[in-house]
């Protein structure tokens, strides 16, 4: 004889596998220090993603909002497209937020020319001084510079505000034990 609560037990099997389904189905699970560079399709030069109409569209067209040409910034310069990271940044309607002042400086940092990259970093952490994924690009900054002593300074601040775990302590950790030592 079957049990009355078989139904039950079978409904809560089949909604656990949707939602097991949906989660395998849904991307691979980001790092902590990821979650600005959401997985999107790779437009074309000179196209940003709108989230809204999840497509590519012309980086100039009015539609698309200062986050999504942020974060696509961000996505750009990640994929080693560091002129057309600026490129789009020079188009948001307030440059100013510490995100986009972040990932100025990321881009800058990265085309060699560190010290700009630093001046951008410093105004992102004027802004928003808990914003640990800036701080670990800052400490990485004076790793360049040869200033290990501002590197750690900047690696105690991550400790405080994520801990010794987080992806930003590790990272800027990693770099400091792998320079050179003077």
């Known amino acids: 004889m079957k049990s009355p609560h078989e139904p039950i037990a079978g409904s809560r099997a089949l909604l656990l596998g949707v939602c097991l389904a949906a989660a395998l189905l849904s991307g691979p699970a980001r ?90 970093y410093l105004k992102s952490v004027a802004l928003d001084p808990a914003y640990a994924q800036v701080r670990e690009y800052l400490g990485e900054a004076y790793v360049i510079k040869g200033r290990l002593d501002l590197a750690q300074e900047q690696l105690a601040t991550i400790e405080t505000l994520c801990s010794r775990t987080c992806e930003e302590y590790q990272d800027l950790a990693e770099a400091i034990a792998q320079a050179p030592q003077t």
Request: hydrophobic fraction near 30%.
């Open 31 to 120: 790092a902590a220090g990821d979650e600005d560079a959401p997985p999107k399709p790779n437009c074309p030069k000179g196209q940003v993603w709108d989230s809204a109409s999840k497509k590519c569209v012309t980086q100039v067209s009015k539609a698309v909002s200062d986050a999504d040409r942020t974060d696509y910034a961000y996505r750009l310069a990640k994929d080693e497209r560091y002129e057309e990271a600026l490129s789009l940044l020079d188009t948001l309607q307030n440059p100013n937020t510490a995100k986009a002042l972040n990932y100025r400086g990321y881009a800058t940092r990265k085309l060699g020319r560190t010290d700009e990259g630093i001046s951008y």
